[in-house]
């Protein structure tokens, strides 16, 4: 069975880091691309960061320069480093895996998803 789990989440003040993790329970090499995505309360899900099993990446324009998504096929496990934290990155933010090649950031590409992993940033 394909599942996903998140871990890392946290509660951090702003400016600070939180290296989020998503240990998949098949081969992470098997999925095109992963990703992760967010959504705050009353608003949509949207896509934070993705990467393809060639390590090609993707970030959203807002979260670019202060995070860093990456993978390691050897341990099943994506990864998303968070720096420079701000209230407004707090959500929850969901590992989600696609077999398409045109995973990217649009959330319906994806096929499985984890069960999500809270982030919550205070001033």
């Known amino acids: 069975q394909e599942q996903l789990v998140e871990s890392g989440g946290g509660s951090v003040q702003a400016g600070g880091s939180l290296r989020l993790s998503c240990v998949s329970s098949?081969?992470?090499?098997?999925?095109?691309?992963m990703a992760w995505f967010r959504q705050a309360p009353g608003k949509e899900r949207e896509g934070v960061a993705a990467i393809n099993k060639y390590g090609t990446t993707n970030y959203a324009e807002y979260l670019k320069g202060r995070a860093t998504i990456s993978r390691d096929d050897a341990k099943n496990t994506l990864y998303l480093q968070m720096n420079r934290l701000k209230r407004e990155d707090t959500a929850m933010y969901y590992c989600?895996?696609?077999?398409?090649?045109?995973?990217?950031?649009?959330?319906?590409?994806?096929?499985?998803w984890g069960q999500g992993t809270q982030v919550t940033v205070s001033s």
């Open positions: 989600a895996a696609a077999y398409r090649r045109d995973g990217g950031l649009v959330d319906g590409n994806y096929r499985v």
């Open positions: 098949v081969y992470t090499y098997n999925w095109y691309y």
